[in-house]
């Protein structure tokens, strides 16, 4: 498992990470969700042992990172962002060097590169040079390095990002075939892709944790704001008045032509639609604008204040925890 | 840090970077061995070891100063551009272990280097001169112990960048002021002089190519490989403050 108490690193004057506190069970599959430059790298890179923590503890499986960091890193593998290689190197005679890096008995060396081959699908390529291979089948040897040495835990930062829509799921696949097995952080900025993989999601910005739940309950939450455009061939005027009263509607704006619905949810947006038809106003668009990762931090920092304090899910505090 | 050793090693000799600097360096040796013992014959010479060996060293010694920064230049500023450097940082390998494996695997390259141009003195063999082995050995051990502190250096400069062009420059000049510092000693005054020459590598091998070895000689040249190499462990450890860069 992996346990980060009071996690705070600083570069200089720099707060990267501060005061960041949460834990991923064992087999558990954690998403880790953040935009670029949230603290979401230097988390995992402090998980991973790279550098220490300013203050604070992190453990893996049980040992702490900064005092035995040797124990940590047995039981450990991390999959940078950007899964950099040697270009030079065959996928083979680079999970061989791997394998002796991660210090694999000699006699299971063998059999550990087979089974993280077989694992990622790289059994038609072994022969290759990886800097030869497509970014697809290098995100896997990536992935294949990191779960040599069958580590507990794995640590993935963004192992998908930089690739095409088919390469994506099929990461995926591989990422979710060793879900329940190992103890899994998964970073992302895309939501839909950390809800697909994860169980549970932690999102941090700008250094701190603004919250942390399981992907079903964070969907929802965040499914109570959902903006509408509308394009009517019917007097503007008259449609945005019958639409702001519709039970549910927040806001209704004209804007270059269209109407802008902020709705409540789901419901409200079938009730929009409803309305429309009941009045026969003939549909030119409607279009749903799904919310920008900055607008759903915005949204649940705001939301975390307005909260009361003492609210158990609500985390904006994670030293609280 | 075996593993380290045996990566480099195949890096080295699958991106041919081995082959062509020992191959530059067995042709320019190998054309210096020519025209020094031509020399040496024309002038009738009857002293092996004064007469060529010290200038075949010279002109080795020469050589290296312009292809061992060939070696290290990618040792750590290639791992820096790719980014691997921060894997091998997860792997439970310590800093120390990713230094010596590098430096290791840059020392057996330069040796077999070494060992390769040892056919030189060896084609004196038919002509029946007596070759003394001592002096031989002694001018060897005086290369491999300065070439070692040559690459100590250029394994420092190489983990400071991530641009092996900027690492290879930046470890000519330095040996290029190592090599001149004592050029013009004799223009400043005697305690300069003093501190200079203490500090000159290449003054350490005038009784190497002569055929002596002197122990101040060899600690002092293995002390200034350390010491790089230290630098080197910090330079690596800044990431703890600096972050990876």
Same mark, same amino acid.
């Given at each position: 498992?992996?346990?980060?108490?009071?996690?705070?690193?600083?570069?200089?004057d720099?707060?990267?990470?501060?005061?960041?506190?949460?834990?991923?069970?064992?087999?558990?599959?954690?998403?880790?969700?953040?935009?670029?430059g949230?603290?979401?790298?230097?988390?995992?890179?402090?998980?991973?042992?790279i550098?220490?923590?300013?203050?604070?503890?992190?453990?893996?499986?049980?040992?702490?990172?900064?005092?035995?960091?040797?124990?940590?890193?047995?039981?450990?593998?991390?999959f940078?962002?950007?899964?950099p290689?040697?270009?030079?190197?065959?996928v083979?005679?680079?999970?061989?060097?791997?394998?002796?890096?991660?210090?694999?008995?000699?006699?299971?060396?063998?059999?550990?590169?087979?089974?993280?081959?077989?694992?990622c699908?790289?059994?038609s390529?072994?022969?290759?040079?990886?800097?030869?291979?497509?970014?697809?089948?290098?995100?896997?040897?990536?992935?294949?390095?990191?779960?040599?040495?069958?580590?507990?835990?794995?640590?993935?930062?963004?192992?998908?990002?930089?690739?095409?829509?088919?390469?994506?799921?099929?990461?995926?696949?591989?990422v979710?075939?060793?879900?329940?097995?190992r103890?899994?952080?998964?970073?992302?900025?895309?939501?839909?892709?950390?809800?697909?993989v994860?169980?549970?999601?932690?999102?941090?910005?700008?250094?701190?944790?603004?919250a942390?739940?399981?992907?079903?309950?964070?969907a929802?939450?965040l499914?109570?704001?959902?903006?509408?455009?509308?394009?009517?061939?019917?007097?503007?005027?008259d449609?945005?008045?019958?639409?702001?009263?519709?039970?549910?509607?927040?806001?209704?704006?004209?804007?270059?032509?269209?109407?802008r619905?902020?709705?409540?949810?789901?419901?409200?947006v079938?009730?929009?639609?409803?309305?429309?038809?009941?009045?026969?106003?003939?549909?030119?668009?409607?279009?749903?604008?799904?919310l920008?990762?900055?607008?759903?931090?915005?949204?649940?920092?705001?939301?975390?204040?307005?909260?009361?304090?003492?609210?158990g899910r609500?985390?904006?505090?994670?030293?609280?925890? | 840090?075996?593993?380290?050793v045996?990566?480099? /090693?195949? *890096? !080295?000799?699958s991106?041919? #970077?081995?082959? $062509?600097?020992?191959?530059?360096?067995? %042709? @320019?040796?190998? +054309?210096?061995?020519?025209?020094?013992?031509?020399?040496?014959?024309?002038?009738?010479?009857?002293?092996?070891?004064?007469?060529?060996?010290?200038?075949?060293?010279?002109?080795?010694?020469?050589?290296?100063?312009?292809?061992l920064?060939?070696?290290?230049?990618?040792?750590?500023?290639?791992?820096?551009?790719?980014?691997?450097?921060?894997? /091998?940082? *997860? !792997?439970?390998?310590?800093d #120390?272990?990713? $230094?010596?494996g590098k430096?290791?695997? %840059? @020392?057996i390259? +330069?040796?077999?280097?070494?060992?390769?141009?040892?056919?030189?003195?060896?084609l004196?063999?038919?002509?029946?001169?007596?070759?003394?082995?001592?002096?031989?050995v002694?001018?060897?051990?005086?290369?491999?112990?300065?070439?070692?502190?040559?690459?100590?250096?250029?394994?420092?400069?190489?983990?400071?960048?991530?641009?092996?062009?900027?690492?290879?420059?930046?470890?000519?000049?330095? #040996?290029?002021?190592?090599?001149?510092?004592?050029?013009?000693?004799?223009?400043?005054?005697?305690?300069?002089?003093?501190?200079?020459?203490?500090l000159?590598?290449?003054?350490r091998?005038?009784?190497?190519?002569?055929?002596?070895?002197?122990?101040?000689d060899?600690?002092?040249?293995?002390?200034?490989?350390?010491?790089?190499?230290?630098?080197?462990?910090?330079?690596?450890?800044?990431?703890?403050?600096?972050?990876?860069?």
């Amino acid at each position: 498992m992996i346990e980060v108490s009071h996690l705070t690193k600083q570069f200089g004057d720099f707060t990267a990470v501060d005061d960041v506190s949460f834990a991923v069970a064992t087999g558990e599959c954690v998403g880790f969700l953040g935009p670029n430059g949230a603290g979401k790298t230097t988390t995992m890179r402090t998980i991973a042992g790279i550098f220490p923590p300013t203050s604070g503890t992190v453990k893996v499986a049980g040992h702490d990172v900064a005092r035995e960091p040797d124990a940590a890193r047995r039981k450990l593998g991390y999959f940078p962002e950007h899964a950099p290689y040697y270009p030079e190197m065959s996928v083979d005679g680079y999970l061989a060097f791997v394998a002796r890096a991660k210090r694999v008995a000699r006699k299971a060396r063998h059999e550990h590169v087979e089974r993280v081959v077989g694992a990622c699908g790289l059994a038609s390529v072994r022969r290759r040079l990886v800097g030869k291979l497509s970014k697809g089948f290098r995100q896997r040897v990536g992935l294949a390095q990191a779960l040599l040495g069958d580590p507990e835990v794995l640590i993935l930062d963004e192992p998908t990002s930089g690739l095409d829509p088919e390469q994506v799921s099929e990461i995926r696949e591989v990422v979710k075939s060793f879900r329940g097995r190992r103890t899994i952080l998964f970073s992302s900025h895309i939501l839909s892709e950390v809800s697909q993989v994860a169980q549970r999601v932690v999102i941090i910005h700008r250094g701190k944790i603004v919250a942390e739940d399981a992907t079903e309950v964070l969907a929802r939450r965040l499914a109570g704001a959902v903006t509408l455009w509308l394009r009517i061939d019917a007097p503007l005027g008259d449609a945005r008045a019958a639409i702001a009263l519709v039970d549910g509607v927040r806001e209704v704006a004209e804007q270059g032509g269209r109407l802008r619905v902020a709705a409540g949810d789901e419901a409200t947006v079938r009730r929009v639609s409803q309305l429309v038809s009941a009045r026969g106003w003939p549909l030119l668009e409607l279009a749903q604008e799904a919310l920008t990762l900055e607008e759903i931090f915005l949204r649940l920092v705001r939301e975390e204040s307005d909260r009361p304090r003492d609210d158990g899910r609500a985390l904006a505090a994670g030293a609280e925890r | 840090m075996l593993a380290v050793v045996q990566k480099e /090693l195949v *890096t !080295y000799f699958s991106s041919f #970077l081995a082959y $062509v600097v020992i191959a530059l360096f067995l %042709a @320019l040796s190998g +054309f210096y061995f020519y025209t020094n013992l031509a020399f040496f014959l024309l002038n009738g010479g009857f002293d092996l070891v004064r007469g060529l060996w010290q200038y075949q060293f010279h002109d080795m010694l020469q050589r290296n100063i312009f292809l061992l920064p060939l070696l290290t230049m990618r040792l750590f500023a290639e791992e820096r551009r790719l980014g691997t450097l921060e894997l /091998l940082w *997860t !792997y439970p390998l310590r800093d #120390l272990d990713i $230094v010596l494996g590098k430096y290791l695997a %840059a @020392l057996i390259v +330069f040796a077999l280097m070494l060992a390769a141009s040892a056919i030189y003195p060896l084609l004196l063999l038919p002509s029946h001169v007596d070759i003394a082995p001592g002096p031989l050995v002694a001018g060897y051990l005086g290369l491999f112990l300065i070439g070692a502190a040559f690459l100590a250096c250029g394994t420092l400069i190489s983990s400071l960048t991530d641009s092996q062009v900027l690492a290879a420059a930046a470890t000519y000049a330095i #040996l290029i002021l190592f090599w001149a510092m004592t050029w013009n000693e004799f223009a400043v005054g005697a305690p300069v002089l003093w501190i200079l020459s203490s500090l000159s590598l290449f003054d350490r091998f005038y009784t190497f190519a002569r055929g002596g070895i002197d122990t101040r000689d060899v600690c002092f040249l293995v002390l200034f490989s350390a010491v790089f190499l230290s630098w080197t462990l910090l330079a690596l450890g800044s990431r703890r403050w600096r972050g990876v860069r």
